[in-house]
């Protein structure tokens, strides 16, 4: 695992391959099927995609 320092806590990475890692995966393809789905999106649309995150492990 990765430990960076940031500020004066700590961010330790995600183990690649892992359960977690796999979780994360299908429930960020979930909610991006159902955007997908909501906003149905043609060849014209721009979409603004501001990734955010408060995982702190």
Do not use: H, I
């Not at 430990?3 to 183990?15: D, L, Q």
């Not at 999106?41 to 492990?57: C, K, N």
Request: charged fraction near 20%.
């Amino acid at each position: 695992m990765t430990v960076a320092e940031n500020n004066s806590s700590k961010y330790v990475g995600p183990k690649l391959g892992g359960f977690g890692t796999k979780l994360s995966w299908y429930a960020r393809q979930k909610m991006f099927d159902l955007l997908m789905a909501l906003a149905n999106p043609s060849a014209r649309t721009t979409v603004l995609d501001v990734g955010v995150t408060s995982d702190r492990r």
